[in-house]
């Protein structure tokens, strides 16, 4: 169990801003059935960028350049090996103007980042956090599942297609009494489901960066997903049709 990395998006977000944000960078977030009541829109559209736009990366407090360029060109695979119509520029440390502001933190209790477009909430404060070292194992699997948090993604496990039997009894005492996470944040990071709307719902992926490694003592009978390393196929597909060039279907 203590092995196992858990990677995090935030979700301590007001969903009105955050709905406000996404539609204001990319009018494509809002949902697209018709007649649905507000608060449904709400809680049912995307947090994806604008596709053709550069995202401005910067690096809080001054880590080596070596350590930022192998964090940038590992978080990078998803835009390098899809194609994607999204630019990445790595700008000066410490640029508060940057769309995405990197904190490392060895000691930091989570990695984590703002899912898309909320990382324009906020304003001055890293928006996304990492504590893996590039001597770690993990390191890589770390950076590529943030990264999607930052183009959008949502965590695969949380696919609506996905039917895990989880043993929330045991899955919410380990997590609460030896991770010190919170019963809200074990519900929202594994246990609720996403919404068709907020996913651009695809078939479920088992080895996708975006699920989450799942031990056997997470769930009732005989089920348990390992740990992906690499992007898989679906998850090069997600950044294919959420940046898609100009004049490509989606």
């Given at each position: 169990m203590s092995d196992l990395i858990f990677c995090r998006y935030r979700h301590n977000v007001d969903p009105q801003l955050s709905y406000e944000a996404a539609i204001a960078e990319n009018p494509a977030n809002?949902?697209?059935?018709?007649?649905?009541?507000?608060?449904r829109a709400i809680y049912g559209s995307t947090r994806l960028w604008q596709p053709g736009r550069t995202l401005k990366f910067s690096f809080l407090g001054s880590p080596s350049t070596e350590l930022k360029l192998k964090i940038l060109n590992t978080g990078s695979q998803?835009?390098?090996?899809?194609?994607?119509?999204?630019?990445?520029?790595?700008?000066?440390?410490?640029?508060?103007?940057?769309?995405?502001?990197i904190k490392l933190d060895p000691k930091a209790l989570h990695n984590e980042s703002a899912l898309g477009t909320d990382a324009l909430l906020i304003k001055t404060n890293e928006t996304m956090t990492l504590n893996v070292l590039p001597d770690s194992e993990y390191f890589e699997p770390t950076v590529l599942h943030e990264f999607g948090h930052v183009f959008g993604a949502?965590?695969?496990?949380q696919n609506p297609l996905a039917d895990i039997p989880w043993n929330e009894d045991e899955l919410?005492?380990?997590?609460?009494?030896?991770?010190?996470?919170?019963?809200?944040?074990?519900?929202?990071q594994f246990l609720e489901k996403q919404t068709e709307a907020n996913t651009l719902?695809?078939?479920?992926?088992?080895?996708s960066i975006m699920h989450y490694p799942?031990?056997?003592?997470?769930?009732?009978?005989?089920?348990?997903?390992?740990?992906?390393?690499?992007?898989?196929?679906?998850d090069l597909a997600f950044m294919r049709r959420a940046y898609p060039l100009a004049n490509t279907p989606t």
């Open positions: 809002a949902p697209s059935h018709s007649g649905s009541r507000k608060k998803w835009v390098s090996q899809s194609g994607a119509n999204l630019g990445i520029a790595l700008y000066h440390d410490n640029y508060l103007q940057a769309d995405i502001r949502t965590h695969e496990h919410m005492k380990v997590m609460t009494q030896q991770r010190g996470w919170s019963e809200a944040d074990v519900r929202s719902f695809t078939t479920y992926d088992r080895e799942i031990a056997q003592w997470m769930t009732l009978g005989d089920w348990e997903v390992g740990a992906n390393k690499t992007l898989s196929e679906y």
